[in-house]
Each structure stands twice: as C-alpha cells, then as structure tokens.
C-alpha cells in the first residue's frame, strides 16, 4: 500500500511559479512510477507530467513542456512538480498518483492523492 499526500498548491499570478511536492508513505514507494494529473471544473482528469522510478525517464503533456519539471527523491519519498511560467488555464486540482508504468492514462496509475488546489489569477 502506498498512501500519497500532495501541497504546495495556493493562488499565484500568472507568470509566477509553485512547487508541488508528493509525499508518499511506504517502503516500496521508489520501485513506483509516479503521474501528475490534474481536472479543472467541468474538465476530465488529464495528464500533467509522470517520472519512471528511478527518475530516469520523465514525460510531459505538451500543454507544459518547457514549463513544468517532475523530479523525485527516492530517499525522502517524495516527487515534486515545478512550475514556471504559470497561466490562468493552469488553474485546477493537481494530483498525483503511483503505479508499476508511468503512463499518460489515469488508469495507469493505483494509488492517488486527495488534491491540492492551484489557481492562478490573470
């Protein structure tokens, strides 16, 4: 079992940068791939960015690149999401979630956290 806990969401103005952190609990966790996804209000889920387990391949949605970095900690258990240059559509909940693949479907992924909110304002 792994249990997963997002923060560093908050209220940004466009332009600006956050750093979302995922801490996960379990002694397993760096033998999982790690996603980001993120749904906005009336919007399916979609894919944000994902690392492999031992950080060795990353991916990102075209929507982000250049703007956004995963990376991960294996000794703290934790994977971070960096994003620069932030937009109002970047607005929504930011999850993230571990799974065996670090694929670009939801449905790849077991484990999921509760969300944290990012808004960013024009």
């Known amino acids: 079992q792994v249990q997963l806990v997002e923060t560093g969401g908050g209220l940004v103005q466009a332009g600006g940068s956050l750093r979302l952190s995922c801490a996960a609990s379990?002694?397993?966790?760096?033998?999982?791939?790690v996603g980001w996804f993120r749904q906005a209000p009336g919007k399916e889920r979609e894919f944000v960015a994902a690392?492999?387990?031992?950080?060795?391949?990353?991916s990102n949605a075209a929507s982000v690149k250049g703007r956004f970095t995963i990376s991960r900690d294996n000794v703290k258990n934790t994977v971070y999401l960096q994003m620069n240059s932030l937009k109002p559509e970047d607005t929504a909940v930011y999850y993230c979630?571990?799974?065996?693949?670090?694929?670009?479907?939801?449905?790849?992924?077991?484990?999921w956290g509760q969300g944290t909110q990012v808004t960013v304002s024009s």
């Open positions: 979630a571990a799974g065996r693949v670090d694929g670009v479907i939801p449905g790849s992924y077991d484990y």
């Open positions: 379990g002694r397993t966790f760096s033998s999982y791939a």
């Open positions: 690392i492999s387990w031992s950080g060795g391949r990353t």
